[in-house]
T-cell receptor, first 116, second 113 residues
């Protein structure tokens, strides 16, 4: 199957700083990438959908100025949590879908963010 | 909009026995895909099985099979000969043709030795 690499796998940052999470498709071109947030023992909640070369589409209730998403190439999307606060601590997961693959998206390993 | 409901927050099964995890969904799509994912403690999402909605035949992957009832919008997962390594959280998901996934709340499966 296709491989999606997410980096870092975990990060601790101070309140008020920004953190960037990368999502890379290693062996396919990802025209669409999805960013999810998951709280412990809960489901994955879609935050936004990003298409290469265009602005991300955010789900209702997600602050686009706080969660900046960039999808500048067909193999890389980034999520930047700006001015992070403890309530932003969570598990963030990306998934990527290839243009010709309309069945499933492939998941990264996830990033555990802790804001102290 | 799509919704996915998993009515069993927790399930347990004896090793080597069979267990069925329930999932129902609602969708406005005429063509869609359904998945079961396994999320172990590492939290990596692992695809267990997929079903194309236009296919009537139930998907099977080794010990994993589904009972897909399209009219009833039901998509249950059966795990046969359960193994200790099957213990994880299982998510049912609906995908649109655009690849957008909607997940259920998950079912935590415990396998007893």
């Amino acid at each position: 199957g296709a491989v999606v690499s997410q980096h870092p796998s975990w990060v601790i940052c101070k309140s008020g700083t920004s953190v960037k999470i990368e999502c890379r498709s290693l062996d396919f071109q990802a025209t669409t990438m999805f960013w999810y947030r998951q709280f412990p023992k809960q489901s994955l909640m879609l935050m936004a959908t990003s298409n290469e070369g265009s602005k991300a589409t955010y789900e209702q209730g997600v602050e686009k100025d706080k969660f900046l998403i960039n999808h500048a190439s067909l193999t890389l999307s980034t999520l930047t949590v700006t001015s992070a606060h403890p309530e932003d601590s969570s598990f963030y997961i990306c998934s990527a879908r290839a243009e010709r693959q309309n069945t499933e998206a492939f998941f990264g390993q996830g990033t555990r963010l802790t804001v102290v | 909009a799509q919704t996915v409901t998993q009515s069993q927050p927790e399930m347990s099964v004896q090793e080597a026995e069979t267990v069925t995890l329930s999932c129902t969904y609602d969708t406005s799509e005429s063509d869609y895909y359904l998945f079961w994912y396994k999320q172990p403690p590492s939290r990596q999402m692992i695809l267990v099985i997929r079903q194309e909605a236009y296919k009537q035949q139930n998907a099977t992957e080794n010990r994993f099979s589904v009972n897909f009832q399209k009219a009833a919008k039901s998509f249950s997962l059966k795990i046969s000969d359960s193994q200790l390594g099957d213990a994880a959280m299982y998510f049912c998901a609906h995908n649109t043709n655009a690849g957008k996934s909607t997940f259920g709340d998950g079912t935590t499966l415990t396998v007893k030795p």
